[in-house]
Nanobody, 124 residues
């Protein structure tokens, strides 16, 4: 299984980005996918997660309303739409995948596969 994250960049505060995570190497019908981020000097933290097919999305409280997770099953691609970017959103964003769903979706140890990360930098 390979996860390829892309879509990061340098944006001004208030701007938007859509991150993509292309998945390959398996059939993902019963999988879950997630997004985490890691700011300089900080631990990797949960952002959002969703079952590949059906189920409600889980979004971290501090970003709910600005971050939206979605997927295009036909393209085997998951997205993270980020609106109203803030300087504190600056981080490397990682996508993650696993078979099935875990109630501990917010833990990094729950996830088996990781993408390489894409840098998001927000200027004030």
């Amino acid at each position: 299984v390979q996860l390829q994250a892309s879509g990061g960049g340098l944006v001004q505060a208030g701007g938007s980005l859509r991150l993509s995570c292309a998945a390959s190497g398996n059939t993902f019908n019963n999988w879950s996918m997630g997004w985490f981020r890691q700011a300089p000097g900080k631990e990797r933290e949960f952002v959002a997660a969703q079952r590949w097919f059906g189920g409600s999305a889980r979004v971290e409280d501090s970003v709910r309303g600005r971050f939206t997770i979605s997927r295009d099953s036909a393209k085997n691609t998951m997205y993270l739409q980020i609106n109203g970017l803030r300087p504190e959103d600056t981080a490397v964003y990682y996508c993650a995948g696993r078979y099935g769903w875990s109630v501990q979706y917010y833990l990094t140890s729950t996830w088996v596969y990781w993408g390489q990360g894409t840098q998001v930098t927000v200027s004030s």
